[in-house]
């Protein structure tokens, strides 16, 4: 691995938490950055209702935070979304645009995530752009043509380096314990690259790729140790301070990847 790609692991909380425990989880986040410090930037994305909180906990921590969703616009009469430099306010530095939750849930399409991450970047945020198969696609041979169209239609253009990290999730894997092999993971990472390589050499050298789909303390070691996998998008397993400290300590910064 480059010196420009320093590993990324992403705790995304997903719809869950209130104050008392979100606030609990990130006073004991910043506690393990101090006293068992790792090699890689660590980020959390709670609900919007908690970012304002999570900020205040880990006021003087590494560890960051982020969002999990913004608007395609900046203001205006769009009720209940929330825009970018909004959260740029709170003191982000991430947002994730694009997960499948949002993809299938809401219908996003990817002129729908590219015009989020170009929203995202031009508020000075890093945008986690999130592509990945269905299980139907994967069955059907297509996951190599389904990533790469949504890497194609859902990054905005004239990208550099800082402003965009992808994650690769395979949606039959989220949430269900389930995870690509090894083999898997690299072809899949590896072309990722490459389609990062025809919009610039510069963009697929330094644009750190994360894994996330059924990410734990168990198989983060195996996951984070193949090629290409530049950090985690983690979800279930980032709501217990534990595990989601034992997978930020296994990806290494030296890692080959």
């Not at 395609?72 to 769009?78: L, R, T, V």
Request: aromatic share 4%.
């Amino acid at each position: 691995m480059t010196a420009q790609r320093r590993p990324l692991v992403v705790g995304n909380w997903k719809m869950n938490g209130l104050r008392q425990d979100g606030v609990a989880l990130a006073q004991a986040l910043a506690e393990k950055a101090q006293q068992q410090p790792v090699a890689v930037e660590v980020a959390v994305c709670p609900p919007a209702t908690l970012i304002a909180d999570i900020g205040g906990a880990l006021d003087k921590s590494v560890v960051e935070f982020g969002g999990q969703d913004c608007s395609p616009h900046d203001s205006g009469a769009h009720t209940g979304d929330i825009a970018a430099p909004m959260l740029a306010d709170l003191g982000c530095r991430f947002v994730i645009v694009g997960h499948s939750e949002r993809r299938s849930d809401h219908s996003e399409t990817d002129s729908d995530v590219r015009a989020k991450a170009t929203a995202a970047i031009n508020a000075g945020l890093c945008a986690i752009v999130c592509v990945g198969e269905s299980g139907a696609e994967r069955d059907a041979g297509q996951t190599l043509d389904v990533v790469g169209d949504q890497i194609s239609g859902s990054l905005p253009d004239g990208l550099r380096s800082t402003d965009v990290v992808v994650a690769y999730e395979p949606v039959w894997a989220i949430g269900t314990g389930r995870t690509p092999s090894a083999e898997d993971i690299a072809e899949v990472h590896a072309h990722i690259r490459t389609k990062l390589a025809d919009i610039s050499p510069d963009l697929a050298e330094a644009v750190r790729i994360l894994y996330g789909g059924s990410v734990n303390a168990e198989n983060a070691a195996t996951i984070l140790a193949i090629a290409n996998v530049d950090g985690a998008l983690v979800g279930g397993a980032s709501l217990r301070a534990d595990s989601f400290w034992t997978i930020c300590s296994a990806a290494k910064a030296d890692s080959d990847g």
